[in-house]
């Protein structure tokens, strides 16, 4: 029987203190701010796995929840705080790249650190650890389908003005050039600030007949309405790097058949390891829980991932990264098997789906270029 995992606020850690014999991870989740309407579902989806890891486990398994939404400064401080004190021993974030950072450079490699979502590349603590794509690999095989599909050659890059996005804008400039493509326009906005109107007429102007979007959360799915509301969901086909269906859903949907999103993973795949996810979350939480969607998946995996390595004893010789990849190359040969409960053994490929209604429709599968 599956005992249901506590979920603890920071305050509550604070007055309680450690407990022997229990693996504490920090959850931070966006609770409020730019990603916010995802929270629930990574929040559901990271309890899920500790139950499910906690059930093949000796060790007792507990989350603490940060508001990984709040000013990334502030979330450092607080998860800081709790690494320094020893109240957690591990962290799993699905959030934004600016609060990775700022999360990074206050934990350092002090406890493991396993980021979700897709990311920026770059330089990497020793303790965190990557399961998301990097952007060239978040965007040839989608930007390759789309051309060759949909016959666009001219693209509008808009995205918010933060480090992962404007990766994402570098990586798209040389994937797009590689694949005989056009940049036209290029335009970062400050977060908050997302005009549909005017960034709609600067895309015209720019005579683009598509757009790359890396609008994160609250921002992409108000520039989604403005479109809709403008009647201009027809007039260039949308490529979207950061759009779940709980954000789709957020928006409104989309019946311009002209809505793309590239992530790692879309509720309406048929992979039998995405079902068994699927049935396992509606079992727990019922059909009218906050939608499972790729952000949500990937939280589950890194909790899994952490309470896997913790399992192994691979921690205690290696650093972060080198554990996760030891286990993960162990898995593929049969050593630390079924036990580990680490579903993953290798990064998904990116995945193509188009906006009918409320639902994200898988196209196929993507060629490897």
Request: proline share 5%; charged share 20%; net charge negative.
């Amino acid at each position: 029987m599956t005992v249901p995992i506590t979920l603890l606020l920071p305050s509550d850690l604070l007055l309680r203190g450690p407990i022997s014999q229990t693996l504490t991870i920090g959850l931070l989740a966006p609770v409020s701010g730019l990603m916010g309407v995802a929270g629930p579902s990574i929040i559901n989806c990271a309890i899920l796995a500790a139950e499910e890891a906690s059930a093949g486990s000796d060790t007792a398994l507990e989350l603490v929840l940060v508001d990984a939404g709040s000013d990334p400064n502030d979330v450092a401080s607080e998860v800081d705080l709790l690494v320094g004190t020893g109240l957690v021993d591990a962290l799993v974030g699905t959030h934004t790249s600016n609060v990775r950072r700022a999360v990074e450079a206050r934990v350092a490699d002090r406890v493991p650190y396993v980021f979700t979502p897709p990311h920026e590349v770059g330089s990497v603590a020793p303790g965190s650890i990557f399961i998301g794509s990097n952007p060239e690999d978040h965007l040839r095989a989608p930007i390759a389908w789309l051309a060759r599909h949909r016959q666009v050659r001219r693209w509008a890059l808009i995205g918010n003005d933060y480090v992962w996005p404007r990766q994402m804008h570098e990586a798209a400039g040389d994937v797009l050039s590689d694949l005989g493509q056009s940049v036209v326009l290029n335009r970062l906005v400050p977060i908050g600030q997302v005009d549909a109107a005017q960034l709609i007429d600067e895309v015209r102007q720019a005579g683009a007949d598509a757009i790359l979007l890396s609008l994160v959360g609250r921002d992409g799915i108000e520039f989604h309405r403005g479109v809709t509301q403008l009647g201009a969901g027809e007039a260039f086909v949308r490529l979207c790097t950061a759009l779940d269906e709980n954000c789709l859903v957020a928006a409104g949907g989309d019946n311009s058949g002209e809505l793309y999103s590239a992530m790692p993973s879309f509720i309406l795949q048929d992979d039998e390891r995405h079902q068994q996810l699927i049935s396992a979350y509606v079992a727990r939480f019922g059909l009218v829980a906050p939608l499972p969607a790729s952000y949500a998946e990937g939280c589950y995996d890194g909790v899994r991932l952490l309470a896997a390595l913790f399992d192994s004893g691979l921690l205690q010789s290696h650093a972060a990264g080198s554990a996760a990849a030891r286990l993960i190359a162990g898995q593929r040969s049969g050593a630390h098997g079924p036990r580990s409960g680490w579903h993953r053994g290798e990064r998904l490929p990116m995945a193509l789906a188009r906006a009918v209604g409320t639902d994200l429709d898988d196209v196929g599968a993507l060629a490897v270029l």
